[in-house]
């Protein structure tokens, strides 16, 4: 999705050119790729310079929405209702607070996260 991300506006891009640029399995990429056409996240244009296009904005789409595709609903763990009452506040106080993270940052933000600068040594793949 970051790939996407970084070409929006440029037009479609091939699986087989991120798989190449990121050393990914086009495999891998295509069963990823599935589900997110799915949730309308990105779209397929078939031809000779045909690839995938994000179906909005990078700015328009959270982490969560990715995660949520890819993984299901955002939880470090289930909360079950006979846990302990204040283990299962703090559970809940750590979803929360991962969802709320996820829901604000933007796949923009996270496409130029490293050009930013901010943390050269680490890689976001979504």
Known sequence: MM????KHGEGPTSL??????????EHYL???IAPLRNAML????R???????LTKEPSEITAGDIIRVLEGPISPVE?????????????????DAV???????????????KEEGDMQDYMFYI
């Open 3 to 6: 790939a996407l991300a970084k």
């Open 16 to 25: 087989k050119s991120i798989a190449r640029e990121h050393e990914l399995s």
């Open 30 to 32: 295509e069963q990823l």
């Open 42 to 45: 990105v779209k397929s244009v």
């Open 47 to 53: 031809g000779a310079y045909g690839g995938y296009m």
């Open 79 to 95: 909360v079950l209702e006979d846990e302990e009452p204040v283990k299962r506040a703090l559970w809940i106080k750590i979803r």
């Open 99 to 113: 969802k709320d993270v996820l829901d604000n940052t933007t796949l923009e933000y996270l496409a130029n996260y």
